[in-house]
């Protein structure tokens, strides 16, 4: 499977008592990571956790939307079946730069099993999944961006991607649009590139992924 999916929670945008409460988290976790959540209640906060899976989730259904477009999301249905968080892992302020902790973890729909690679700062959450655990040729990034509203979001979280493919590819004249699935697919001029790409923002902050064939 050649695809890509990222997503990003700014954890200044979550509501921390809301986000305690069954009717909410129930909408994301199953039993079965309820239960597990026991096992990691000492490493990691509730409320991260539910949106740590959140994010797991949702790149995963970015990641095989683009192979299944008819594809719709429901988290519960989307197994986090291993979750690995280091030892010694703290959340510390995001400063620009991913020096964090990484926090491993497999999720499974139907018959596909990819592997997720996520990140926890005081202030966001990011995750990046892959059908290849190494993550070959599989790149990403996030940022700070002063502002919030989603076409200017939309335009960062752009050309944020493209400065780095160009850098990678030495191919210029790049934009992003999206098929009739509404899926992001990347254009040198007017031909389409086999590069999968995500995007993803939330709040204040713009995140992106993308593999190139190694």
Not at 59 to 88: C, H
């Amino acid at each position: 499977m050649l695809s890509a999916g990222n997503d990003i929670v700014s954890l200044n945008e979550i509501n921390v008592a809301r986000t305690q409460t069954e009717p909410l988290y129930s909408k994301i976790l199953s039993v079965s990571e309820i239960a597990l959540y026991e096992k990691l209640k000492s490493a990691i906060l509730f409320e991260h956790y539910v949106w740590l899976l959140w994010s797991i989730k949702e790149s995963a259904f970015k990641y095989l939307q683009r192979i299944d477009p008819e594809l719709l999301f429901t988290p519960v249905k989307f197994g986090i079946t291993q979750l690995n968080i280091p030892k010694g892992y703290f959340p510390v302020s995001f400063d620009g730069n991913e020096n964090t902790l990484t926090i491993t973890g497999n999720v499974e729909f139907d018959n596909y099993k990819i592997y997720s690679r996520s990140v926890i700062y005081k202030e966001l959450i990011s995750s990046v999944v892959d059908a290849d655990k190494d993550f070959k040729g599989v790149y990403s990034a996030i940022k700070y961006i002063d502002s919030t509203v989603n076409t200017v979001q939309s335009a960062a979280v752009r050309s944020f991607l493209i400065d780095h493919l160009v850098k990678e590819t030495g191919t210029s004249n790049l934009t992003i649009g999206k098929n009739a699935d509404s899926i992001p697919i990347l254009f040198e001029g007017a031909k389409e590139l086999q590069i999968p790409v995500s995007l993803s923002h939330h709040g204040h902050y713009i995140a992106y992924s993308f593999k190139l064939k190694h």
